[in-house]
């Protein structure tokens, strides 16, 4: 009800017959989905941008581990002669 006595303060009934007007109606109502489908696939994006951000620091600092592991396992395995 309030929502139809908004739009008639837009187009006047003596302008538009009813199936235009709701016509009208539904028209807006898609456009205001579409605007908050967009918005909110947009903040969808930026966090799997931040996800894939933080994805690629761990797997950097994985790597730095299993470096580490792989030289102490050298190490104890020929007798603390240290590779370089």
Partial sequence: MGLVK????LLPSKLLNT????ELICL???LVVIA???????VLA????????????????NSAKQITLEQYMYNHDHERIYIS
């Fill in 6 to 9: 908004f739009y008639e303060l």
């Fill in 46 to 61: 930026s966090a799997l941008g931040k996800g894939k951000l933080k994805s690629y620091y761990i797997n950097e600092i």
């Fill in 36 to 42: 908050i489908i967009a918005s909110l696939s947009f």
């Fill in 28 to 30: 807006i109502e898609l």
């Fill in 19 to 22: 199936k235009k007007r709701n």
